[in-house]
């Protein structure tokens, strides 16, 4: 009985030693279940400001305004400059590149003289020296918006066309000239291309 005592005694000990550890694990799950229920309610505060919030951005409507006009009249001119999908031919709706863009009459009067000053001063000068390559390259470069201004200059100030188109075939005449390195051919264009551009340009501007 004594050895069974003693025994006994022994798992009652090593039952009292896992009631004393039992406490523990129950308190870490205690303290677990405390971490999250204060994450849950961070949450639901964070929800019920959210909720709270959305009526008054639901009340901000938004406004369409209608910019048609003000990029007719150049806002977005610079982009499509920079868009190579499109073409530098004037469109039915506008002009379509920021180099052809169309400024009033007097600075389309201002722009087209100087390009009518640079045929007789810069040009002249190229031919002369049979520099034929600086010629070309200055012939096209205020021909790239002297047709452009011409035409505008004379739809605004109801010019005549015909000799507007006449002046543009001396241009074509004289830059094959050029092209061809024919220096009569080209000093004699070039007497042409001055004197009808020098009176379209007294007549427009």
Do not use: C, H
């Not at 959305?54 to 920079?82: F, S, V």
């Not at 010629?135 to 452009?148: C, I, K, S, W």
């Not at 005449?173 to 340009?201: C, M, Y």
């Amino acid at each position: 009985m004594a050895a069974i005592s003693s025994a006994a005694s022994v798992f009652t000990g090593k039952a009292l030693v896992q009631a004393k550890t039992a406490p523990k694990a129950k308190a870490s799950v205690a303290v677990t279940a405390s971490a999250d229920a204060r994450k849950a309610a961070s949450l639901l505060a964070a929800g019920v400001i959210a909720l709270q919030a959305t009526p008054a951005m639901a009340l901000n409507m938004i406004e369409l305004q209608d910019e048609r006009q003000t990029n007719k009249n150049g806002l977005q001119l610079i982009y499509e400059a920079r868009d190579l999908n499109i073409t530098q031919s004037v469109r039915q709706d506008g002009n379509s590149r920021f180099s052809f863009q169309k400024l009033t009459t007097a600075q389309t009067a201002t722009r087209a003289s100087e390009s009518i000053k640079r045929l007789n001063t810069d040009v002249g000068e190229y031919v002369g020296k049979a520099y034929w390559t600086q010629a070309a390259n200055e012939l096209r470069r205020q021909v790239g918006t002297l047709r452009f201004d011409m035409n505008n200059l004379v739809a605004d100030k109801g010019g005549d066309k015909a000799a507007a188109k006449a002046f543009y075939a001396s241009i074509e005449k004289l830059d094959f000239s050029i092209r061809q390195k024919d220096q009569a051919a080209a000093t004699a264009a070039l007497a042409s291309v001055q004197e009808q551009g020098n009176a379209l340009i007294k007549q427009l501007a």
